[in-house]
């Protein structure tokens, strides 16, 4: 069974910033496409970015320019700096991985209020 394992949410002011981390021991998480993915209360999940295996990457528009997406020099852990967060950011942030996108984590709460 492939374990995602993601930390860092919290709760921010707006403007603030966090850093979501998405891990993994699973040998194949490292060649796969990694994404997040919000989901905020009553409402679908919702794609945030992606990153390739070879670090290209992929953003949505409500995210562009504020969050960036990344993965260390060993592929084994992903990360998604939140810059300039809006209470509309929050929600619970997934990490999703895997052929098919079949793998999820656990979910981190990102809570941006005043």
């Known amino acids: 069974q492939v374990q995602l394992v993601e930390s860092g949410g919290g709760l921010v002011r707006p403007g603030g910033s966090l850093t979501l981390s998405c891990t993994s021991s699973e040998p194949m998480f490292v060649s796969w496409l990694v994404s997040w993915r919000r989901q905020a209360p009553g409402d679908q999940r919702e794609w945030v970015a992606s990153i390739t295996s070879g670090g290209y990457t992929n953003y949505g528009d409500n995210w562009k320019g504020r969050f960036t997406i990344s993965r260390d020099n060993a592929g084994s852990t992903v990360y998604l700096h939140m810059n300039n967060l809006k209470p509309e950011d929050s929600g619970v942030y997934y990490c999703?991985?895997?052929?098919?996108?079949?793998?999820w984590g656990q979910g981190t709460q990102v809570t941006v209020s005043s």
């Open positions: 999703n991985t895997g052929p098919n996108n079949v793998y």
